[in-house]
């Protein structure tokens, strides 16, 4: 019994959301320590922020793409990212998991097909502001390349 694409769709946002809740609450879990951190940890927490959002949200995040088409709007958004400017992405649009065009801005479309290797969110704000470091464009770079694969 085949299932129509957009019953797979929802199936596979319920599931994302499934496993980002259970992230999430393992993480709070993981969050009762003392409230002031130690000598030690300080370091990580000054480099964390001022790291880049953008490569921190792409780098092994996980592709979900159910379609070649998807994958295929998935490459020409990480092609424009390494070539149009920051305020040219924030007006791009991209075609919808269905194809339709110009149905969603670039952060919903990553949102919808990236799988960060840690639950976080995308700030469109900072997003576009880190897009053009060099830390970010080998991110995208090298998911490209994934993709192209």
Request: hydrophobic share 50%.
């Given at each position: ?60 995040a996980e592709v ?37 065009k110009g149905a ?20 469109p704000s900072q ?23």
């Open positions: 019994m085949m299932s129509s694409p957009s019953g797979s769709f929802q199936r596979l946002v319920v599931l994302r959301l499934a496993v980002w809740l259970f992230l999430a609450l393992l993480s709070s879990g993981c969050e009762r320590q003392a409230a002031v951190p130690s000598a030690q940890q300080a370091p990580t927490m000054a480099t964390a922020a001022t790291a880049n959002s953008v490569a921190e949200y792409i780098a092994d979900q793409a159910e379609t070649d088409e998807q994958r295929a709007e998935l490459r020409k958004a990480f092609s424009d990212m390494l070539v149009l400017t920051a305020a040219d992405l924030q007006t791009r649009r991209y075609a919808s998991y269905d194809g339709t969603r801005s670039l952060v919903d479309l990553l949102n919808a097909h990236l799988v960060p290797a840690k639950p976080q969110v995308i700030v997003f576009f502001a880190d897009i053009k470091a060099p830390a970010a464009q080998a991110a995208i770079q090298k998911k490209l390349r994934e993709l192209e694969r």
